[in-house]
């Protein structure tokens, strides 16, 4: 489209770049409004156990609901939340409704056992994380052994005194740490044993292509070996098909998320979901 090179050539880019910084900021501003216009949702995706078929948690996701441009991707919004710290009222928010459900779920489903609930390194930095938590967990009763703490890798990097004493002051709230798309990211494989975690998640994309590419293969069966060894959990993300499945269940991987089981749904529908499959995984097993 642009014909001419020189100074129509400039113009045009100046003009493309303030566009883009227009549609920035008023992205920004409607963000800054989206909270308390209710256009926040937390979605749920079934994290199942690769032994039985059960629901036995969620990962919570959330979503914006915007009025003209349909579902923002967390994807999307989320670095601008960070960017501007908004982060810390969004996700205390995504926090408090999660915990909230979850307790509710649990009461009614004993088998759901499991909220994982994803955490803003802004949020382990610039806030007194754990006292936010506490409080949380104080004002809807919940068990603090159904939370998990989804943190990424570059959280772990910023390895200051203060990301190691908030985790541990987590701990002594009795929630557990999973690490989020574990090997995408630079960690030192020494925070893995100074830092009290529980669970790691191995990233979508080594689980892609299983079970024909051999290096996923081997990169996804030995964190699956050190991270047993270390003494976590594992659960796999992205699992979208039958092969994949099989080999994580030959692995001994426990837990798996992903498309081939459910796409994440908004309350209602994740309880739909929970009562039928587990309904039908109970049957099966008497
Ligand atoms: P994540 O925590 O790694 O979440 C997994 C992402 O993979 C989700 O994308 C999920 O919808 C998607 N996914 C799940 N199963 C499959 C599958 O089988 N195939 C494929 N292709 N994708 C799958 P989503 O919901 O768009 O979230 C993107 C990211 O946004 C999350 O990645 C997380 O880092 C961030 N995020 C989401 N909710 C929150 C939140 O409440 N707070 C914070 N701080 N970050 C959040
Ligand atoms: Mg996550
Ligand atoms: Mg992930
Ligand atoms: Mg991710």
């Not at 008023?26 to 926040?40: D, F, G, H, S």
């Not at 999307?76 to 915990?99: C, D, M, N």
Request: with cysteine; net charge negative.
């Amino acid at each position: 489209q642009v014909k001419n090179n020189g100074k129509n050539h400039v113009a045009f880019y100046d003009a493309a770049l303030s566009r883009d910084a227009v549609e920035h900021f008023q992205l920004e501003t409607e963000l800054r409004q989206a909270l308390n216009k209710n256009q926040l949702n937390m979605f749920y995706q079934a994290q199942i156990d690769l032994k039985t078929g059960m629901i036995i948690g969620a990962e919570a996701l959330i979503r914006w609901m915007h009025p003209t441009q349909g579902i923002i991707s967390p994807a999307k919004f989320i670095p601008l939340a960070e960017e501007t710290g908004l982060i810390l009222s969004i996700g205390e928010w995504a926090l408090a409704q999660s915990v909230r459900q979850a307790h509710a779920w649990h009461q009614q489903h004993p088998e759901f056992k499991k909220i994982a609930i994803n955490v803003s390194a802004v949020q382990i930095m610039k806030s007194k994380f754990a006292d936010t938590v506490y409080g949380i967990l104080m004002e809807s009763e919940c068990d603090p052994s159904i939370i998990e703490l989804e943190i990424t890798e570059s959280t772990l990097m910023q390895h200051t005194q203060h990301v190691v004493d908030t985790f541990n002051q987590l701990k002594l709230l009795g929630i557990s740490i999973a690490i989020d798309d574990f090997g995408t990211g630079y960690s030192s494989l020494s925070h893995l044993k100074r830092l009290p975690l529980d669970q790691i998640k191995i990233d979508r994309s080594f689980v892609k292509d299983l079970p024909n590419d051999k290096d996923d293969a081997a990169i996804t069966s030995a964190i699956y070996a050190m991270a047993t060894q270390l003494g976590f959990t594992v659960v796999a993300e992205g699992v979208e098909t039958e092969e994949q499945e099989k080999f994580l269940q030959r692995l001994g991987c426990q837990t798996a998320q992903g498309y081939l089981y459910a796409y994440p749904v908004n309350a209602d529908d994740f309880v739909k979901l929970l009562t039928l499959n587990n309904q039908r995984k109970i049957k099966r097993h008497a």
